[in-house]
Every structure is written in structure tokens, then in C-alpha cells.
């Protein structure tokens, strides 16, 4: 065990990936000499040689197709989008290939990209540096998306994506980059997708979260314990494969849900969680299922803490779930 | 313009093509012909076949046969093949079968991409034919991932990147010809311009005179080569290969060409294509110009020619008659292939 930060333990994950399979490589913009701008990719030039830590020119759709091209013929590649918000130009070489290449070629193709993208709030990164857009790609069939919340997390999940036969895309949440540290397995330790992580028991209500909003979900826990309400926190940190057995499970025990996440509200990854606990939970809940989420407007910069959930807001939709029902 | 043959001659002496092509050049040619009257008279059936509700769509290569035939004939098996639209003859060269190519065109049960793709848009990964989408430009950019891969692995291989005129106004083409310029890959960008993009025509795509100019701002070379001439396709071919294998970076080839047919079996070229179109492209029909020239210099004789024609007629229908008996893939395939393990497509 070692005490890592988030991104500490990122680099890390590479790292070990990279020293145990010769095929993997990392490739994107500021990721060799400089080593990432969030430095997520620093040192790994010097252990492992510009063959395989590549800075690209300033193309998303060059770095994502490249790697496409790289994992067609049977390369690892882990590529960088230095910013959520800058991976649109990309997004066609996302949706329209990497996630139909296996389907499309009847299984002669598959094709095992890791995108690596910082996403979030919190850094006042105004409208193109914070995004939360997880949903968009929860929505192309073909692609996993991972969002660690812990720097275990990260490494483990990260590892697991790399070995992963399928397109994933790894989404790590730069607001706790380094404000959020803990204690990380040494070696190829893995965590497995799919598998919700229960941060917190708790008998009364159900809050799910995942990335940087597992925090905040915490501590709203933490003041709801203050009042007598006992909150259930659970870290998705898979949102394709979802841990639906485990969101249920979660709901009929405490009859209540909470669903927090930093991206708009419309259409969020919480809409698809809800419309699950409706389907498959709907006898056990004994009051309406709420919503803690981002505004329906782009994210803005001066006012960004009053756009991101925090946990005020969270216990406050807790208690009403309580109070209620 | 040869007024017996109706094609502009290719204007070679026999001493040229072993110039060209080396002592076994004549050879090539007649093979070569072989192929593109098989590409010919698929096309024909097919859009035949298409118009009667028997096929679901179908984008003819008609014109364009010399690209394909001369890189199918003139690749490696360790090259892989990035096609566009009009590229399944360089797949049928390689060596995958025709008849296996045609259940993919009636999308059935033994279509080896498993009917997930609309025709035209084959998979052939034995011989390294990559499974296309039909976004115009971004194979390009894989093109050169699969070079990076060929490069660390030190593979004798290259790849084959194939797009049109109208994809050299896209994204990835501009992001793959720049990343392949930097990195020096094996690609040999190989550009059809069959000088219609749908209903566009080059000079509203693009105020550059001629597309091989492009090269120059990636800093790699670029040749406008007469794509409707199998002996200079070849050559062409030949010599961007050998450099990208050597070590020596891609290299960037305008193949012009005539696109001969409708862009598609959904397109009307009545509304757009001038009156003397038709003339001018059958003026510059690969298959007729390599035909001629092997007639005149004796080495493939009109009853040759003919008994070629009724050859691929015989094995177009046959291939047909076995797709037309096959049943359409399974439904249970409908959510196989999304992953790599079973996590259903349809949970329920």
C-alpha cells in the first residue's frame, strides 16, 4: 500500500499497466515531455521512450483515430484528451467507429481503446474546462465508461480498462485530482466494472453519486447522521456495466433515492437510474426519487458554485425524501 | 482518342510496360484485366439485382477498377487496406473469396460481417481489409495507426489509406495526412479523385487545382497520376510502397479517374452531370483501355476478352444463387458482437 493522490495513482495505473504489456502506449497532447497538464502522464517518457508515450499534434480526431487504428492491429493504447470539454472533435471517431467496430465487422475487429479524459467542475474552468458529459457516451451502445472516485479507484478501474477487451472511456474527475488521497494496492491490483461501491451504510435513504460528487455525497451523509437520518452512500463508479442489482438492492432496503451528479439535469445518467428504480424498485420506495444535479444551462464560470451540487443541497434533498414518505 | 476502340490509348510500347512493370509487366496486365471485368460485371448484376428489390443498396466501382485491381495485385499480404466505398475489388485480389464477398452484398447468414453493415461495405480481416463505416474520411486516420503499429513491430508491411476527392474536405483526412507527415509512417494515401463527391464536383470542393498539391503542406510528397491507367496506377503504387517500406514516410497519390455510374443505387446524376459526362468518362473506361492495348499488342484476343466476360458473368451468378439460398442471420445475433462478453444488448 502507498498513500497516493487521485492523479498520483493514475500515473501509476499506466505505469504498472505499461512495464507489464510491451503493447501498451500512451499518446496525446502534452503528454511526453511535459507529462500531462495535469502531469497524470509524468515520468513515463523517461521509463518508457517516445515509442511509447506520444505527443500528438493538436487533433482529438487524430489522437482517437490513430488509436483506433493502433488497437485494430493489436497495440494497447491509452490515449489523453486533455480536457472533457475539448473531446467533440473526436466524437464522430468515437461514436461511429471506435463503438461499432466489433459490431459492424461481426467480431473480426475488435477494438480495446482506453480514452482518458479529466472532466468536472470546481476549478473555475468556465464553460470549456468543466463539463460533466458522461451521458453522451452512456448512450452509444459499444463503449464502457468508468469514473473513479478514489485514488485505489483510479488505479485499480484504470488497470482494468487497459486489460478490457472493449472501448472504454475513463473519465477522471480533476476537482479531487489531488484534493483527495488514500491508500493504493501496490501492483496489478484491479477492480473490477460493474460493481458499485458501497461508501457508506445506511438504513433510510439511498444517495447514489459517482466521480467528484461522491464526496459531497459524503458529507451530506454526514450531516443527515447529525439529525437522526441514517444515508446510504453508493459510489457507481461503473455507469456502463451498471451495478443495477446493486442500486436495487440499496432502494428496497431504505425505500428512498437520491441521485447526484454534476451534469445537467435533462437526459443525465440520473434519468436512466431513475427510470431503473422504477422499473425494478418501484413497490419498495416510499417516496418520490430525487434528483441533485446541474443546471440546464451551460456551465458557467462566476457562478459555478452555485451550478454544482454541494452538500447543502444533497442533504436538503434527502430530508425531503424523508419527510415525504 | 482511338476512333476504332473508343478509349484514349494507353500510351505505352511493349518496351515501356518492362520498363515500367519489369519482364513479367504483360503478364500483370492480363491478369489484371481478369479482375477488372470480374469487378465489371459484378457491378452490372448488382445494380440490376438492386433495382429489382433483390439487393438493399449498392455503390458501383464502375471507372474506377484500375485503383483497386493495380493495389490488390500491387500490395503485400502483411499491407493492410483502409477502403472506402469503391475499394472491394483490392479485398476479392487479395484473396477473399467473391462468393463470400456477395453474401455480404445480400447481407445473409454467412456475410462474415454478419449483416450488421449495408452493402459494399465489407469486413475481410484474413486479408487484412478493414470493416469500414460510411462516414467519408475517417479511415484515414486509422490508416495511420495501424502504420504506427507496423512501425514499433517492425512489420515489412504498409497501409493503404483509400478515400475520395470529396474526403479530402474532411477532418480526418487533413488530421491523418498531418500526424502521418510528423511521425514518418508506412502510408501510402491513395486519393480517387473520380471528380464528383454525390453531386459536388472538385472545383466546389476545393479552390487547389489539383488535390496531389495538398501533400506539400504536410510536408510529404504528392503525384496526380491518371487513375483509369492500370500500368501507371501500378507503377505509382509500386513506388509510394517502397518508400513507405523503406522507412522513408508516406506518400500522397491523386488518382484521377471517371466515376462511370451513379454515386449510388439512391442517387439521380441526371440532375447535376453535364450532357457530354458519359462520353468523356466511357473515353477513359480502365477496363476498355487495358483491354485495347493488350488486343492491339496481341496478347489478349477479342475471343479472350470474351470468354473473360462470360467467365465473371458465371461466377457472379453462381455466387448469387448460393447468397439468394441462404437465410438471413440469425435474430439472436441482433445483440451478439456489442461486446466482448455476453453483457446484453437487450437486457430484457
Request: proline share 6%; glycine share 10%; net charge negative.
Amino acid at each position: 500500500m502507498t498513500e497516493l493522490t487521485l492523479v498520483q495513482a493514475v500515473n501509476r495505473g499506466l505505469a504498472e499497466a505499461m512495464r507489464r504489456d510491451p503493447n501498451v502506449l500512451v499518446l496525446g497532447e502534452d503528454v511526453g515531455v511535459n507529462g500531462g497538464v495535469f502531469r497524470a502522464t509524468d515520468g513515463l517518457l523517461k521509463e518508457f521512450g517516445e515509442e511509447r508515450v506520444l505527443d500528438t499534434p493538436l487533433s482529438e480526431t487524430g489522437i482517437v483515430g490513430t488509436a483506433i487504428g493502433m488497437a485494430l492491429y493489436g497495440l494497447k493504447p491509452v490515449a489523453e484528451i486533455q480536457f472533457l470539454d475539448f473531446i467533440y472533435p473526436a466524437f464522430d471517431q468515437i461514436v461511429s467507429e471506435l463503438a461499432k467496430f466489433r459490431y459492424r465487422s461481426g467480431g473480426q475487429y475488435p477494438c480495446p481503446v482506453v480514452i482518458r479524459t479529466p472532466y468536472g467542475g470546481g476549478i473555475k474552468g468556465g464553460l470549456y474546462h468543466s463539463q460533466s458529459t458522461e451521458a453522451y457516451f452512456c448512450h452509444t451502445a459499444g463503449l464502457k465508461v468508468v469514473i473513479p472516485s478514489t485514488p485505489a479507484d483510479a488505479k485499480g478501474l484504470l488497470l482494468t480498462a487497459i486489460q478490457d477487451e472493449d472501448p472504454v472511456m475513463f473519465l477522471e474527475p480533476k476537482r479531487i485530482y489531488r484534493s483527495v488521497s488514500g491508500e493504493v494496492p501496490d501492483g496489478d491490483v484491479r477492480v473490477p466494472f460493474g460493481r458499485a461501491r458501497l461508501v457508506r451504510d445506511g438504513t433510510d435513504v439511498s444517495i447514489f453519486a459517482y466521480g467528484a460528487m461522491v464526496p459531497v455525497a459524503s458529507e451530506a451523509a454526514d450531516t443527515l447522521a447529525a439529525e437522526g437520518i441514517s444515508a446510504e452512500v453508493i459510489d457507481l463508479r461503473s455507469l456502463v456495466p451498471l451495478d443495477e442489482a446493486a442500486a436495487v438492492a440499496s432502494v428496497e432496503k431504505t425505500g428512498r433515492a437520491v441521485i447526484v451528479h454534476e451534469a445537467a439535469r435533462f437526459c443525465g445518467f440520473g434519468a436512466e437510474l431513475a427510470a431503473l428504480l422504477a422499473e425494478k424498485a418501484l413497490y419498495s420506495l416510499k417516496a418520490p426519487i430525487a434528483r441533485v444535479t446541474g443546471y440546464d444551462t451551460p456551465f458557467p464560470y462566476a457562478l459555478e458554485h452555485l451550478y454544482l451540487p454541494n452538500a447543502a443541497r444533497v442533504a436538503h434533498a434527502a430530508r425531503e425524501t424523508v419527510r415525504s414518505g | 482518342m482511338n476512333e476504332a476502340t473508343g478509349v484514349v490509348p494507353l500510351p505505352y510500347t511493349r518496351a515501356q510496360i518492362g520498363e515500367r512493370l519489369g519482364p513479367t509487366g504483360t503478364e500483370t496486365m492480363a491478369r489484371a484485366l481478369r479482375w477488372m471485368i470480374l469487378g465489371r460485371a459484378l457491378d452490372a448484376r448488382m445494380q440490376g439485382l438492386q433495382r429489382q428489390g433483390r439487393v438493399g443498396f449498392y455503390g458501383a466501382a464502375t471507372g474506377q477498377e484500375a485503383v483497386s485491381v493495380a493495389a490488390g495485385l500491387g500490395s503485400t499480404p502483411d499491407d493492410w487496406i483502409l477502403p472506402g466505398l469503391r475499394e472491394q475489388l483490392v479485398a476479392l485480389v487479395r484473396g477473399h473469396p467473391l462468393g463470400r464477398y456477395v453474401h455480404h452484398l445480400f447481407a445473409d447468414d454467412l456475410d462474415p460481417a454478419r449483416g450488421r453493415n449495408m452493402p459494399c461495405h465489407p469486413t475481410a480481416s484474413e486479408v487484412h481489409y478493414v470493416s469500414m463505416s460510411s462516414v467519408i474520411g475517417t479511415q484515414v486516420t486509422h490508416a495511420v495507426g495501424v502504420a504506427y503499429g507496423m512501425k514499433v513491430r517492425r512489420s515489412p508491411g504498409v497501409a493503404f489509406a483509400f478515400f475520395g476527392d470529396g474526403a479530402t474536405s474532411a477532418n480526418d483526412v487533413h488530421a491523418g495526412l498531418n500526424f502521418a507527415g510528423v511521425w514518418r509512417l508506412p502510408v501510402v494515401f491513395c486519393c480517387t479523385n473520380n471528380q464528383w463527391a454525390i453531386s459536388m464536383p472538385v472545383s466546389k470542393q476545393t479552390a487547389a487545382p489539383e488535390l496531389a498539391g495538398k501533400a506539400a503542406a504536410y510536408g510529404i510528397p504528392g503525384h496526380r497520376v491518371d487513375g483509369t491507367d492500370f500500368v501507371a496506377v501500378l507503377d505509382a503504387l509500386g513506388r509510394a510502397r517502397a518508400e513507405a517500406a523503406a522507412g522513408r514516410g508516406p506518400t500522397f497519390l491523386e488518382l484521377v479517374a471517371y466515376r462511370m455510374t451513379p454515386h449510388s443505387s439512391s442517387d439521380d446524376p441526371g440532375r447535376y452531370q453535364p450532357a457530354d459526362w458519359s462520353a468523356r468518362a466511357r473515353a477513359h473506361d480502365p477496363v476498355a483501355r487495358l483491354g485495347a492495348w493488350l488486343e492491339a499488342e496481341g496478347i489478349v484476343s477479342a475471343a479472350d476478352r470474351d470468354a473473360m466476360h462470360r467467365a465473371a458473368d458465371e461466377e457472379v451468378r453462381a455466387a448469387v444463387s448460393a447468397a439468394e439460398a441462404t437465410p438471413p442471420p440469425a435474430p439472436a445475433s441482433l445483440t451478439e458482437d456489442v461486446y466482448a462478453s455476453s453483457r446484453s444488448a437487450l437486457r430484457e
